[in-house]
T-cell receptor, first 110, second 112 residues
Framework: LAKTTQPISMDSYEGQEVNITCSHNNIATNDYITWYQQFPSQGPRFIIQGYKTKVTNEVASLFIPADRKSSTLSLPRVSLSDTAVYYCLVGKSNTGKLIFGQGTTLQVKP | DSGVTQTPKHLITATGQRVTLRCSPRSGDLSVYWYQQSLDQGLQFLIQYYNGEERAKGNILERFSAQQFPDLHSELNLSSLELGDSALYFC???????????FGDGTRLSIL
């Protein structure tokens, strides 16, 4: 059974780099990995998506090792406003099913 | 603003009842997804439609059904409601499968 696992919570301080790792042991070749951010009383918001190696956009980087059994979301220089829940999602290319991790609550402290 | 509109924002009903949740996708998006979010189960994918046709099915109960209409809006029907159906229901849309999804702000369903 495909499963996506991530830490339940993390703490950081303003200005630090934060790395959140997601484990997805049963990922298949064409499955994709997406990360979302969610604030209370709002829907998740897209951060970044990738298939392999490294992807970078204006807000984050996504590192995916060669075996693709894990992925790491990297948030550079976090601020208090980055306090939120971060979800890893694996999209199964063969069935179309979408499997979310349980979410990582990031608390950024001043 | 994601461009995805969900109505109603809140819904309170009783066990055994039936409700319909509505979603208007972002302009230009052909794909609509439904999710259930509860405290103990997290975000659970229910079902996806693409341009009116069902494309993928997740952990959707038989008491639940959905459809996507020609104007691309979608409805999620929940029947024979149980206390455990109390949750946040999110709709999301994307241009195509495998593309980033844009989520609405959800409908909070409370079963009394």
């Amino acid at each position: 059974l495909a499963k996506t696992t991530q830490p339940i919570s993390m703490d950081s301080y303003e200005g630090q780099e934060v790395n959140i790792t997601c484990s997805h042991n049963n990922i298949a070749t064409n499955d994709y990995i997406t990360w979302y951010q969610q604030f209370p009383s709002q829907g998740p918001r897209f951060i970044i998506q990738g298939y392999k190696t490294k992807v970078t956009n204006e807000v984050a980087s996504l590192f995916i090792p060669a075996d693709r059994k894990s992925s790491t979301l990297s948030l550079p220089r976090v601020s208090l406003s980055d306090t939120a829940v971060y979800y890893c999602l694996v999209g199964k290319s063969n069935t179309g099913k979408l499997i979310f991790g349980q979410g990582t609550t990031l608390q950024v402290k001043p | 603003d994601s461009g995805v509109t969900q109505t109603p924002k809140h819904l309170i009903t009783a066990t055994g009842q039936r409700v319909t949740l509505r979603c208007s996708p972002r302009s230009g998006d052909l794909s609509v997804y439904w999710y259930q979010q509860s405290l103990d189960q997290g975000l659970q994918f229910l079902i996806q439609y693409y341009n009116g046709e069902e494309r993928a099915k997740g952990n959707i109960l038989e008491r639940f059904s959905a459809q996507q209409f020609p104007d691309l809006h979608s409805e999620l029907n929940l029947s024979s409601l149980e206390l455990g159906d109390s949750a946040l229901y999110f709709c999301a849309s994307s241009v195509e499968s495998n593309q980033p999804q844009h989520f609405g702000d959800g409908t909070r369903l409370s079963i009394l």
